[in-house]
């Protein structure tokens, strides 16, 4: 799986500097690995075995608990309080909510190669999907019945 790094610099985005610290790997002589993708050309991008590969685990790492709490407590129940299909607080607001979600989902699963984090990635992924295709059902009904009338 890989990660996309942006704003590199030209260094970076060749892979002769780390994107973390920016360390020069010709001036330098540190271990150096590869951690990802430049975007703008797929080129892979490297970073400094010790601390900063290290860092961008821990992060990616941190990530995932954040998302696992902040997903362990939020129902896929659907709220009906708003009468507007597009309302925030409504299946509009949820469907937007799981697509956010999905988007971290990606984020984190393009910098994770732990086995069961990118387990617990693909369910969180599943389970979002299939509530935003049925939230996004139900938008789309309301928003049909709404030119019917």
């Not at 998302?67 to 299909?85: C, E, F, Q």
């Not at 949820?94 to 984090?117: F, Y």
Request: glycine residues 6%.
């Amino acid at each position: 799986m890989e990660r996309y790094f942006w704003h590199l610099s030209g260094p970076q985005a060749d892979g002769l500097a780390c994107v973390v610290c920016s360390a020069n790997f010709l001036i330098n002589r540190v271990t150096s690995i590869a951690v990802g993708r430049s975007p703008a050309d797929e080129s892979q991008v490297f970073a400094c075995k010790e601390p900063c590969a290290e860092r961008i685990a821990e992060e990616a790492e941190r990530m995932a608990r954040e998302m696992r709490t902040a997903t362990g407590t939020t129902a896929l129940d659907m709220p009906h309080g708003d009468d507007s299909p597009f309302g925030v607080d409504g299946p509009f607001g949820s469907l937007l909510r799981d697509l956010r979600t999905l988007a971290g989902t990606e984020a984190l699963l393009t910098t994770s190669d732990d086995i069961p984090t990118i387990r617990f990635l693909l369910s969180l992924a599943a389970r979002h999907a299939e509530a935003a295709m049925m939230r996004a059902r139900l938008v789309l009904a309301q928003t049909q019945e709404g030119e019917a009338e």
